[in-house]
């Protein structure tokens, strides 16, 4: 029980971590990067409503996809940590705050924070219910087509949305984000002998 609750302490601090960045920093300057957030973001520029309503919405949504299309150990080890992202983000968007700085160093610290909070989640084998449950239920139908490569047409149709909604240096400074975030992700896993 304690080794769990340790867990659940770090998969917390992750998602405290990578909702705080999105909140005050990619979703205030509409950086889009071709994730839940973003596309969340593009719905809520859409249809007027809240962002928060619509993120929550999603990742229930992919949380109960999830549990369909993966099963029950799936569903558990991603429950927690997508209560944890509903209740962080929702909160830290209901701050409404967002530093003034130039937009290129809000895509770097996000990317940082962004990346070792999924590192916390992803090191305690848990996921904050994005994308990848859709790309893995269709790789597990049709195993020719690769998870990566789904994945990448996805968040490539959401940063077209983006690109045509808020124009392409929201796209541009989205992608810096994802680099940076997917680098800390890359060298954290190194370090600390984590295959992610």
Same mark, same amino acid.
């Given at each position: 029980?304690?080794?769990?609750?340790?867990?659940?302490?770090?998969?917390?601090?992750?998602?405290?971590?990578?909702?705080?960045?999105?909140?005050?920093?990619?979703?205030?300057?509409?950086?889009?990067?071709?994730?839940?957030?973003?596309?969340?973001?593009?719905?809520?520029?859409?249809?007027?409503?809240?962002?928060?309503?619509?993120?929550?919405?999603?990742?229930?949504?992919? !949380? /109960?996809? @999830?549990?369909?299309?993966?099963?029950?150990? *799936?569903?558990?080890?991603?429950?927690? #940590? =997508?209560?944890?992202?509903?209740?962080?983000?929702?909160?830290?968007?209901?701050?409404?705050?967002?530093?003034?700085?130039?937009?290129?160093?809000?895509? !770097? /610290?996000? @990317?940082?924070?962004?990346?070792?909070?999924? *590192?916390?989640?992803?090191?305690?084998? #848990? =996921?904050?219910?994005?994308?990848?449950?859709?790309?893995?239920?269709?790789?597990?139908?049709?195993?020719?087509?690769?998870?990566?490569?789904?994945?990448?047409? /996805?968040?490539?149709?959401?940063?077209?949305?983006?690109?045509?909604?808020?124009?392409?240096?929201?796209?541009?400074?989205?992608?810096?984000?994802?680099?940076?975030?997917?680098?800390?992700?890359?060298?954290?896993?190194?370090?600390?002998?984590?295959?992610?």
């Amino acid at each position: 029980m304690k080794q769990k609750l340790k867990s659940w302490f770090i998969i917390a601090v992750g998602n405290m971590l990578l909702t705080a960045a999105y909140a005050f920093l990619t979703v205030p300057n509409n950086m889009i990067n071709g994730g839940v957030t973003s596309t969340s973001l593009l719905i809520s520029h859409f249809l007027n409503i809240d962002i928060g309503y619509i993120s929550g919405a999603m990742t229930l949504f992919l !949380l /109960i996809f @999830g549990f369909f299309a993966h099963g029950k150990d *799936f569903f558990w080890n991603s429950f927690f #940590s =997508s209560i944890c992202y509903i209740v962080f983000f929702n909160g830290f968007h209901m701050i409404s705050y967002s530093p003034d700085l130039p937009l290129i160093v809000c895509a !770097l /610290i996000a @990317g940082i924070l962004v990346g070792l909070g999924h *590192f916390l989640c992803l090191y305690e084998d #848990s =996921s904050t219910v994005g994308y990848d449950v859709i790309a893995l239920y269709i790789h597990k139908k049709i195993p020719k087509w690769n998870t990566t490569i789904i994945l990448r047409c /996805i968040g490539m149709f959401v940063l077209v949305i983006g690109v045509m909604t808020f124009g392409i240096l929201s796209v541009l400074y989205g992608l810096f984000f994802t680099f940076i975030q997917t680098q800390v992700i890359y060298l954290l896993g190194k370090k600390y002998k984590k295959s992610l």
